[in-house]
């Protein structure tokens, strides 16, 4: 989604969980654990990033 165009209603919602704001808690979460540790959570958070983006439309004009 280009940054100037209109938020759809679920981004206007508050009680919404935003998109960034999950990347950022979950980026969070993992800085939070022990410096072996983080590797694994940087993988998981990869493969659902992965995951989401396949499961995007496939038309890029949608």
Partial sequence: ???DAAP????LDPEQPQPRD???SAIEV???QP???RAQGY??????????LQSGPAD???
């Fill in 60 to 62: 890029p004009a949608a």
């Fill in 1 to 3: 989604m280009p940054m």
């Fill in 8 to 11: 759809d209603a679920a981004a």
């Fill in 22 to 24: 999950d990347l950022l």
């Fill in 35 to 37: 410096l072996g540790e």
């Fill in 30 to 32: 993992i800085e939070d």
């Fill in 43 to 52: 993988a998981a958070l990869h493969d659902e990033l992965a995951r989401r």
